[in-house]
């Protein structure tokens, strides 16, 4: 059945945030009085909602205390948006795809940094829908984050396909019953899975 519609995940795959996040979260957490955390802990869980990131790297702290840190942190978050970069090809394949399919983006960040980096690189008008942490109770891998971009822009499951860069995301598209293609230069134990986001365009043009 052909392919109406293409849904993003925003970190990994429209977007390089590395850089933002891991100075964002060690700042956050040695501010508040903890030890600095470590690069490479905090790479290890960027797969995480913020909130669960910092549940894992303060797994002591009671919930109320953790859910103090998580919302002080949706506060200066916008100072680290100056480190975000684009992915290469990014901007080409949301035009080009934008002519023929219903664009969305699904994503575990907070609505409010999502729209900052929209509107950054003016991205915003070419999506017709934007599902953020906002808008769900259960993350990805579980499918709703999918289900109800798809339940907004009103395409069936088996016309759409999903983009994105980790096994949760492969996950949360099969549950939603939805194509998907992962893009990431890491060996993942997936068939759909491409090097470059360049190299979607034509794929879902096949579908």
Known sequence: M???AVLFDMDGTLIDSSEANIRYFQDLIESFGYQRPEKEQIEALLHLTSLDLIKNLLPN????????????GSEIYPRYI?????????RKVIETLSRKYKLGVVTSRRRKSTN??????ELKRFFKVVITFEDYTNPKPNPEPILKALEKLRVGASKAVYIGDTLA???AAKKAG????????KDLPIESRVNSLMEIIAIIDSM
């Open 116 to 121: 900052l980096i929209l509107e950054k690189y």
């Open 169 to 171: 995301d492969f996950e």
């Open 178 to 185: 939805v194509k998907s293609i992962i893009c990431s230069q």
């Open 2 to 4: 052909p392919v109406k």
């Open 82 to 90: 100056k480190y975000i970069k684009l992915k290469p090809g990014a």
């Open 61 to 72: 702290e009671p919930e109320e205390r953790v859910k103090e840190i998580w919302r002080r």
